[in-house]
């Protein structure tokens, strides 16, 4: 009962992150000298009621959103396993030939795993299309890492790159 109203309070105060209803991600965009920059990201999640070893505890459905694209699952901080599905959907300009790339990080930056995202309807469009994306990798030594999705670039042109970065545990 006490969690309830204290995340019944936390959403009416407008309370930021986890219990409050708002995520906060991270959006990488390169400069024309190449250097990277973060920007925040927002979304608005479900928030619902769940249960974890310490007690209980509010937890969150989500979208996570950036300019462009919207991942939908794994959501972040999501325990993942392989193989993984992702899913959400991206803006046309994110894929060439109905493609991008999605890389799996780990804590220290290093490359463990990638998969092709694919348009599932016509890409060719200003508009958000759905994409899916199966990855296969191996479990880390260190408990989390990330996921990171990056805009297809074909020019090779630095202001078109960008990349958003989603964290996950394994």
Do not use: C, H
């Amino acid at each position: 009962m006490q969690v309830v109203i204290i995340v019944m309070i936390a959403l009416i105060v407008g309370g930021a992150g986890f219990v409050g209803g708002t995520y906060y991600g991270e959006k990488v965009q390169k400069d024309k000298t190449g250097v990277k920059s973060a920007a925040t990201a927002t979304a608005s999640p479900t928030v619902t009621i769940g249960t974890r070893s310490g007690g209980a505890t509010a937890t969150a459905t989500q979208t996570a959103t950036t300019q462009g694209i919207k991942v939908t699952s794994p959501i972040k901080d999501a325990t993942v396993s392989s193989p993984l599905t992702i899913t959400g959907e991206a803006t046309g300009p994110w894929y060439f030939e109905g493609e991008f790339t999605v890389s799996m990080i780990d804590a220290n930056g290093a490359e463990v795993a990638l998969a092709i995202a694919k348009a599932q309807g016509d890409w060719m469009t200003e508009n958000y299309v759905p994409f899916t994306a199966t990855m296969d990798f191996k479990k880390q030594l260190n408990p989390f890492g990330y996921l990171v999705f990056k805009k297809n670039n074909p020019s090779g042109q630095p202001s078109g790159d960008q990349e958003y970065k989603l964290r996950v545990y394994y």
